[in-house]
């Protein structure tokens, strides 16, 4: 089986950015650079032949380039607590296009179609079922911004879990030069 997840991989300075960001929240599980991705869908596990599916279907996505920046920060909560810290991503229409693409190319290989909002951010922490404070971080980013970064691909990653988190592996790119 195959974990997949389709996601934009921001440049290394912007992940720098980032990176330098993190810290001073107890009990946050910092993401690490080679984990920091902007997700437009999140596949989940399937067999080796969906995965190749999948990946054949996503060969078919055009779109066109456009800029996009890091702006602000959030958190999202489960059941009342806080369990993820992210950094957003605007502008948010081209990438909720993006993302609806992507997701009609995974429904029409058989997978259900994402049924939560779309909501374009990258991950910095996640926490565990105690929650965590995270106003003063909130304060202190709250006008995060960074400069424009040209979005022309996106790729399909897989997720193998281990004893340090999780580790993501490229399977494939599309965009500029990818072959069609």
């Known amino acids: 089986m195959h974990r997949l997840f389709v996601a934009i991989r ?14 001073g929240v107890a009990g946050a599980r910092w993401q690490r650079d080679d984990q920091l991705h902007l997700t437009l869908r999140f596949i989940g596990e399937v067999d080796r032949h969906r995965a190749s599916d999948i990946a054949d279907a996503l060969r078919t996505i055009r779109f ?6 890091i702006a602000g920060v959030g958190v999202f909560d489960r059941r009342g607590l806080i369990d993820t810290l992210w950094a957003g991503v605007q502008p948010r229409d ?10 009609r190319a995974c429904v029409a290989m058989g997978q259900p179609p994402e049924e939560r909002a779309y909501w374009p951010h990258i991950t910095l922490a996640r926490f565990g079922r105690s929650g965590a404070l995270v106003d003063p971080f909130l304060a202190t980013h709250a006008a995060l911004n960074s400069p424009p970064f040209t979005i022309d691909s996106f790729a ?3 997720s193998r879990l281990g004893n340090n988190g999780a580790h993501y592996q490229i399977v494939e790119d599309y965009g500029p030069g990818s072959p069609d």
């Not at 066109?64 to 920046?69: E, G, I, L, S, V």
């Open 64 to 69: 066109a380039p456009f800029d996009a920046r």
């Open 10 to 23: 921001p440049p290394a300075a912007h992940r720098a950015q980032l990176l330098a960001l993190m810290g």
């Open 156 to 158: 399909l990653f897989e």
């Open 94 to 103: 081209p990438l909720a296009s993006l993302h609806r693409k992507v997701d």
